[in-house]
């Protein structure tokens, strides 16, 4: 198939599947869901961290004012 015609029955832009291609095309199928799986966890432990500051910052808040 063409790159046109691949793109078409997937609904991306050229632009994007040269992208893909670049960024993926010498991993294999298993090496990206590897990567997928890393990123989610990334994605996971970031807003953990997130919540834990803002907790952190509501915990200062009540201890510096005077009771």
Do not use: F
Not at 19 to 31: H, I, P, T
């Amino acid at each position: 198939m063409k790159t046109r015609e691949v793109c078409a029955k997937h609904n991306i832009s050229q632009p994007t599947y040269y992208a893909w291609q670049k960024r993926y095309g010498e991993m294999d199928v298993s090496e990206v869901r590897q990567l997928r799986a890393i990123n989610d966890e990334v994605s996971r432990l970031k807003r953990i961290i997130a919540d834990q500051a803002v907790q952190i910052d509501i915990l200062k808040e009540v201890n510096a004012k005077k009771w």
